[in-house]
């Protein structure tokens, strides 16, 4: 692909999630999400394999459905009330609209297209979808939260973060794997929606940040699977000390950074008496931890056998990526900030 259309792409993509997340009017927003799901599929399909075109086709036919129901419910809602604004959105057609955008940030149980889309793509790719693209639909939730179907919320929430840790236990790819993790954590983030705003901004940011250092510690050690990880320490062994902290984060371990939004998170809804989802969730994120302790133990815990590729692999020099040493320390040593974050 030339620079000239990859640069355009990336500018398309930069642009049609700007457009959604400032736009009042539901046209607009629309037209902002379907700019965004064209621009990103040429890059999705870019390495020209048969599961790169599964995986864009998949992706196209998930986002083009959900962004379907968000025009009908608008057109609706326009019918209804007489207007287009995002914040005067009837009852029934925010219900609606809340279950086109879940669709489209993979929440279970509408999550089956997620893990397949994530595993065809390369990891930038997968980087790309599991945070840039989360943007514009959580600025719609955001928009319509004068209104929201509480239960639902809550109800999908309490099931991703289930559904997110239990099947992720089955995994040896490491793009699933984090495509389960990135469903447990917006199972998580929803949630959030029904109990503040700033609580979600914070949620959001650190899911963000973590899974990006992830994603860049996966793609500079090119590990794939879960074999990959135990020879990754043959490449950079300080790196992999970052990726099992990194890990460490994601299950939210204190004192590391992604204890901070599970911690508060549960101690909103106790606040809130919602004392069943707070057990639930407790006890959901135990699997997560389960397998983010797994793959920590495969890369920094055990020694592989002395085959030819591990001995092949001391040639290789990783390439540094600028954000990798900004994004681990961030995931890892960011928890003594969160009064100020919040606030």
């Known amino acids: 692909m030339s620079p000239l259309i990859w640069s355009l792409l990336i500018t398309s993509l930069a642009t049609s999630t700007i457009i959604t997340m400032s736009s009042h009017h539901w046209l607009l927003a629309w037209v902002g999400l379907e700019l ?73 149980p509408m999550h089956g297209w997620y893990p397949e889309v994530l595993q065809g793509s390369t ?14 639909p959580l600025t719609l939730l955001y928009l319509i939260n004068n209104n929201p179907p509480t239960n639902i919320l809550l109800l999908m929430g309490v099931i991703s973060a289930l559904a997110g840790g239990w099947i992720g236990l089955n995994q040896t790819q490491t793009r699933k794997i984090m495509a389960f993790s990135s469903i447990a954590h917006m ?35 090119t590990t794939k699977t879960m074999t990959d990880m135990g020879m990754a320490w043959t490449q950079s062994p300080p790196l992999t000390t970052m990726m099992m902290i990194t890990l460490m984060s ?40 389960f397998f983010y302790i797994r793959l920590a133990y495969f890369t920094t815990l ?36 969160m009064p100020m974050m919040i606030s």
Not at 123 to 136: D, E, F, H, P, R
């Open 302 to 337: 055990t020694t592989p056998p002395n085959t030819t590729n591990t001995h092949h692999k001391w040639r290789f020099k990783p390439p540094l990526i600028a954000g990798l040493t900004p994004a681990t320390s961030l995931a890892a040593l960011l928890l003594p900030l």
């Open 250 to 289: 994601l299950g939210g371990l204190p004192p590391l950074t992604g204890f901070t939004p599970k911690w508060l998170i549960l101690n909103n809804l106790c606040h809130m008496n919602l004392l069943f989802p707070t057990i639930i969730l407790a006890m959901a994120s135990l699997p997560s931890l």
């Open 123 to 136: 990891m930038n790719t997968a980087l790309i979808i599991s945070t840039w693209q989360k943007l514009a």
């Open 187 to 221: 199972g998580w983030l929803i949630i959030t929606l029904n109990l503040s705003l700033h609580l979600t901004t914070t949620t959001m940011m650190i899911y963000m940040i973590t899974t990006t250092a992830m994603f860049m510690s996966l793609n500079t050690t």
């Open 36 to 108: 965004n799901t064209l621009s990103i599929l040429p890059v999705i399909i870019k390495s020209h394999h048969p599961r790169a075109t599964e995986a864009a086709t998949k992706y196209f036919l998930i986002q083009a459905a959900a962004a379907a129901l968000i025009l009908l419910a608008s057109t609706l809602n326009a019918w209804q009330t007489g207007h287009w604004s995002i914040m005067h959105t009837s009852a029934h057609t925010t219900t609606i609209i809340t279950l086109a955008i879940l669709l489209k940030l993979g929440i279970a």
